[in-house]
Structure formats: structure tokens, C-alpha cells
């Protein structure tokens, strides 16, 4: 595994360039059988009791063991060559997935195969965290390890892109929607007026592996740790940007926490917080901006939980969708990858636009996780 270095920044040594690309996801189940397998492979290792498997996998079955997660990842590959194409950038796109078909190894060995030897990897998570970068470039080593490709397939990681333009863009607009949705509906109801709180809602992880998470400058500076600081900024950011906003109140919630029930994970749940909120506003938007489709966790905790919540608080609710296939998404994330790709001048070929202000670099700090993977938080 090659460090994210993008291709502007390779003083002196000539590097290849890359040869195709890889859409690198979660995966997820596509029929009743699928889902204890799936849940296996999800949990591989971390003693995560059976109790708990069958209770997620509740969630699965009531959509016929269908996690919408690949298909939107088929469409994004789709929306992502299509615009590779319109730029004439001649790169295929393949995709794998670290716990369903295409598994990694699998794809790896066929881009080999098609003669490939350096790989430029999108991972479908905006921000650094351990699930979401740390253990996917563990997942990288270790497939290439087992399928013999180490020293011939070399792959470099595209950077995080939660402040970018691709990702607040697309979130901005569905923010002022989800605002005027919630307006249209207390004005449907006879409530014109009752106020309105924003809720930005991504995915809970244990605090300890949350604090364990360098660099310092960060933490001290939004006085949390680094993975809520990445969301907190997204957050203030996207309230300033969008003029519907003004004068509401929002706040970074957390959902899908698991795991064992003494373990502490980052609180508060957004279920909890729509409760505590139900006295004081009328109405909810809800934000999932800690992922990039509208996957299980989003239809099961928010559209079915969150939405019941809000409901038996009579409370108005919107759920924003995700950023998926938009296109502001997947043109910006095309400049993004720009940055890795030379053009005929030996320069990135295009960059993307940092809108959320901050040093975010070496946003895993000290040396990344050290010793402490989430399952051992416990
Ligand atoms: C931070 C984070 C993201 C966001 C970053 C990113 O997007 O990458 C994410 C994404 C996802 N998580 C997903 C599904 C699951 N996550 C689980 C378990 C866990 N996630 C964790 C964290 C995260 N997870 C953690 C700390 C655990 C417990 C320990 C462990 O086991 O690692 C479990 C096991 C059962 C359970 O305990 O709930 C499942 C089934 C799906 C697919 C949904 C679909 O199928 O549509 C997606 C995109
Ligand atoms: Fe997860």
C-alpha cells in the first residue's frame, strides 16, 4: 500500500501512473441467505455474539435480506465512468467490496489479470476513521498478501473528502430542502412558526477508539475528538452555507451504535435526542451525512427508528438523502481523483476545492490506531 500521495506532490521520482481505478465499498447482502454470511464477515473476529447478528439481521430481512448498499454502489461506478468518459479520461472502473461480492481478492486478481499494476482506490467514506480508512487499507495489505499480489499490484488510496466541495455541495442542498419540507409541513399542520432543529447524524463508533485518534491540534481545537471534530466542522459549515439555516439549532448525533451495552460509544443517540428535543421544536431535519448512500443504516435506524421517534412526538420529519449519485458528487469526486492522475504536462490533472476552512492533514496522527482496533475497545 502505497501512502495517499498525490501525483503533484512525487519530488524528483518518477512514478507510474495509474491504470485503472477502484471503487472500494462496505458490500452488503442481496438475498435471505446472504445475511448471516455477510454479518460473519462484517463481525470476522470481534466476538460479536449471535444475539446481536440476529438482530441486525431483522433488519436485512424485512427487505428481503436486500441491502440497497450495492446496487447504489453499481450506479455510483456507473455515474463515475460516465463522467471518467465525458473528460476523456481512458481509465477502467472496477469495484470490490471488504465483506460481500466482488470481494477485494477477487477484484484484485482480475485487474492483475487485465494487466494492471497500479490502482487508484475511492473508498466510499468521507472521513478518516478506523472503519472508514484505517481498516480498509489493513483490508488492502492483507488481500494482497493472500492473493500473492504484493510487489504486483500497487494501489494508492484517495484522500478523505469531507471537506470538500463534492461532498458539502450536494449536503447543502438537500439541508435547505430538508428545511423548507419541515417549514411546508408545520404550515400544513397548523403550526407555523414552532421552531425547527437540525440534526446531523452520523455513524457512532466506541469513545475509546474516537479518543484514541490523533493529531492533538484538533482535538484541542474543537475540544472533542478527532473523528466528531471532522463532523462538527461539517456541520457549522454547511448551517452557515445555506440561508434557510439561520437562526436554527443543530447539533452532531450519533446512530447504529452495537456492541456490548457496558462499552461506551459516542452519545448522544439521535433517538434520545429527538426525545429530548420533542418539548422545545416542532419539527426535525435530519441530516445523514456521515455516509454516502442511502444504505441499511440509513433505511433501518433513521427512515424506520427515527422517523417512529419523531412521530410519537409529533414532531414534523425530513430525512435528508445522501450525496449517492449526485451530480456535483461525482463530478467533484472525478476532480478529486484528478489530483493522483498526470495530464500531458506531468501536473495533477485537475484538484478538488476545499470549502470546510481548517488543517485537516494527518488526520490519524500519532502514528495512526497504534495497538487498539475497535473490537479490542471493549
Ligand atoms: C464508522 C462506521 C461506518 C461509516 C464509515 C463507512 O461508511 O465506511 C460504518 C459503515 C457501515 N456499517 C455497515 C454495516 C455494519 N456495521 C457493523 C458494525 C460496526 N460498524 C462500525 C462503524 C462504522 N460502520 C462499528 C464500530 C461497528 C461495530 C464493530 C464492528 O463490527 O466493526 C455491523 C455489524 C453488526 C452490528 O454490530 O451492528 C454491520 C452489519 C454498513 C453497510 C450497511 C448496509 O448493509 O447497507 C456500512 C456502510
Ligand atoms: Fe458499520
Redesign the pocket.
Known amino acids: 500500500m502505497t501512502p495517499a500521495s498525490p501525483a503533484g506532490s512525487a519530488s524528483g521520482t518518477q512514478q507510474a501512473r495509474c491504470d485503472a481505478i477502484l471503487l472500494a ?5 442481496e438475498g435471505q441467505d446472504d445475511v448471516i454470511p ?2 460473519r464477515n ?2 470476522r473476529g ?1 466476538g ?1 455474539p449471535d444475539e ?2 440476529e ?2 439481521a431483522t433488519h ?1 430481512r424485512a427487505n428481503g435480506g436486500v ?3 450495492n446496487e447504489q454502489n453499481r450506479r455510483l461506478k456507473a455515474a463515475l465512468e460516465a463522467e471518467l468518459a465525458e473528460r476523456e479520461i481512458e481509465l477502467p472502473v472496477y469495484w470490490g467490496n471488504r ?1 460481500w461480492d466482488p470481494y477485494f481478492a477477487d477484484t484484485f486478481r482480475q485487474m492483475h489479470q487485465d494487466g494492471h499494476r497500479r490502482v487508484l482506490v475511492l ?5 478518516v ?4 480508512n484505517d ?2 487499507l489493513e483490508d488492502f495489505d492483507r488481500t494482497l498478501a493472500e492473493t500473492g499480489l504484493e510487489g504486483e499490484l500497487e494501489l494508492v488510496k484517495v484522500r478523505e473528502f469531507f471537506h470538500d466541495k463534492a461532498f458539502t455541495r450536494p449536503n447543502a442542498e438537500f439541508l435547505g430542502a430538508g428545511i423548507d419540507d419541515v417549514r411546508a409541513q408545520l404550515v400544513a399542520d397548523g403550526r407555523d412558526g414552532e421552531p425547527i432543529k437540525v440534526l446531523f447524524v ?5 469513545t475509546a ?1 474516537a479518543e484514541k485518534q490523533g493529531p492533538e491540534r484538533i482535538r484541542e481545537l474543537f475540544g472533542t475528538d478527532v ?1 466528531t471534530a471532522q463532523h462538527q466542522a461539517v456541520a457549522d459549515h454547511l448551517m452557515d452555507e445555506v440561508p434557510q439555516a439561520e437562526g436554527l439549532a443543530h447539533q452532531v448525533v450519533f446512530q ?1 451504535r ?2 456490548d451495552p457496558r462499552t461506551p ?1 459516542l452519545e448522544p443517540d439521535i433517538n434520545d435526542q429527538i426525545a429530548e428535543d420533542a418539548a422545545a421544536f416542532g419539527g426535525v431535519v435530519v441530516m445523514p451525512f ?4 442511502d ?5 433501518w435506524d433513521l427512515d424506520t427508528e427515527a422517523k417512529e421517534t419523531a412521530e410519537e412526538h409529533g414532531m414534523a420529519f425530513h430525512r435528508a438523502p445522501t450525496t449517492g449519485v449526485h451530480p456535483a458528487f461525482v463530478s467533484g469526486l472525478v476532480d478529486i481523483m484528478g489530483e493522483y492522475l498526470r495530464g500531458e504536462d506531468g501536473e495533477p490533472r485537475t484538484s478538488g476545492e476545499q470549502t470546510v476552512a481548517g488543517d485537516w492533514s494527518d488526520l490519524t496522527g500519532d502514528g495512526g490506531w497504534g495497538t487498539l482496533r ?2 479490542e ?1 471493549s
Do not use: K
Not at 123 to 127: D, E, I, N
Not at 129 to 132: N, Q
Not at 202 to 206: C, E, F
Not at 290 to 293: D, K, M
Open positions: 465499498s462496505f458490500g452488503g447482502p455477510f454479518l462484517v463481525t470481534r460479536i446481536r447478528l438482530e441486525v436485512y441491502s440497497p448498499i465483506n473508498v466510499t467514506s468521507a472521513y476513521g478506523y472503519s472508514s481498516q480498509y452520523t455513524h457512532s463508533i466506541p477508539a473523528y447504529s452495537s456492541g460509544w456521515g455516509f454516502v448512500s444504505h441499511m443504516e440509513v433505511m475497535q473490537g475497545a
